[in-house]
C-alpha cells in the first residue's frame, strides 16, 4: 500500500497535536496491532498541517487522500474550505472535526464522508480513520494523477476513453474534452496495466469500459469513434475485450461483434 496523504486543517494547537499524535497511534498499531497469525496490513501517512481553511485552499492541488478539516476557524471555516476544494477535487476523502455538531449535518453538500466531535475519543478516531482509509483504496484504482496545463490534478479513470500518442504528446481523450500531457504510450501503459486499458496499436491506449464491439479492423468506441486495432493485436485484443465483458465490468454492455 502506498503512503495514504492526509491533509489536517485545525487552528488550535493543542487539537492539532492530538490529531498528529492519533494518527502515528493509527499508524503504529496498524503494523504491530494483529492477533497472532494476523496479516497486518501497515499503514503510513504522509501528513501536512494548515492552521486555517485559507491556508489549504490558497494553493489546493488535489494529491490529498484524506482531509481531517476542523469547522470553526477564524479565516476561513471549513465547510467554505470544502467547497472551494471540491470545485478542484471531488475524490479526497473529507471528514470534519467540530465541537459544534450542528454545523456538520451539512456536510452533505460537499460530500463529506462523516464527522468527528470534539474531544475527539481515540476509539471514534480509529474506526473514521478505517473507514477513509478502506474509501482510498477502494478508489485507488479508479483514479491516476497527472500533470496537465502545469498543474496536477486528479483523472477519473471511468471517464477516459482512450489514450493517444502523438509525435512527443500524449493526448488523453476523455468523457469531457481532450487533455495534452507529456510522456510515453508506454509509461501509460505500465501505469495502468491491469486496469482495463488495452494497447490497439502503436498510437492507441484504449479503455475496454468505452469499446462497443468490432467492426473489421476497428473497434467501435463509445462516443462512436472507430479506433484502428493492428492486425498483430488484433486476437490478444479480443481476447481482452472478451474476458473483460464476461466479467464484472460487463454490465449492461453490448456484445463483441466481428470476427478473430
Avoid at 19 to 43: A, F, I, K, W
Avoid at 97 to 112: D, K
Avoid at 114 to 137: C, G, N, T
Avoid at 170 to 183: C, E, M, P
Wanted: proline fraction near 2%; hydrophobic fraction near 40%; charged fraction near 30%.
Amino acid at each position: 500500500m502506498r503512503e495514504i496523504r492526509v491533509g489536517v486543517v485545525e487552528d488550535d494547537a493543542t487539537a492539532c497535536q492530538q490529531v498528529l499524535d492519533y494518527l502515528n497511534r493509527y499508524q503504529v498499531e496498524s503494523r504491530e496491532g494483529g492477533q497472532p497469525g494476523q496479516n497486518v496490513d501497515g499503514v503510513r501517512f504522509t501528513v501536512s498541517v494548515f492552521d486555517d481553511g485559507e491556508r489549504i485552499v490558497e494553493q489546493y492541488r488535489p494529491v490529498y487522500d484524506i482531509l481531517l478539516l476542523d469547522i470553526e476557524m477564524k479565516r476561513m471555516d471549513g465547510m467554505e474550505a470544502a467547497r472551494r476544494i471540491r470545485e478542484r477535487d471531488d475524490s479526497v476523502v473529507i471528514v470534519f472535526i467540530t465541537a459544534a455538531p450542528q454545523y456538520a449535518i451539512n456536510g452533505y453538500q460537499v460530500g463529506a464522508l462523516s464527522y468527528l466531535l470534539k474531544p475527539v475519543p481515540w476509539f471514534a478516531f480509529k474506526q473514521e480513520m478505517k473507514r477513509s482509509i478502506d474509501m482510498v483504496r477502494r478508489r485507488a484504482d479508479e483514479a491516476m494523477l497527472i500533470e496537465a496545463g502545469g498543474r496536477q490534478q486528479r483523472l477519473e479513470l471511468a471517464d477516459v476513453l482512450y489514450v493517444e500518442s502523438i509525435r512527443h504528446t500524449i493526448i488523453i481523450h476523455t468523457l469531457n474534452g481532450k487533455l495534452s500531457v507529456t510522456g510515453t504510450l508506454k509509461s501509460f501503459e505500465e501505469r495502468l496495466e491491469a486496469r482495463d486499458f488495452f494497447r490497439s496499436n502503436s498510437c492507441y491506449l484504449v479503455n475496454l469500459r468505452h469499446v462497443r464491439g468490432m467492426e473489421d479492423q476497428d473497434c467501435v468506441m463509445s462516443n462512436g469513434e472507430r479506433l484502428r486495432v493492428s492486425r498483430p493485436r488484433k486476437k490478444a485484443f479480443m481476447t481482452a475485450l472478451a474476458e473483460y465483458m464476461g466479467g464484472t465490468g460487463a454490465t449492461g454492455r453490448t456484445g463483441v461483434t466481428g470476427g478473430m
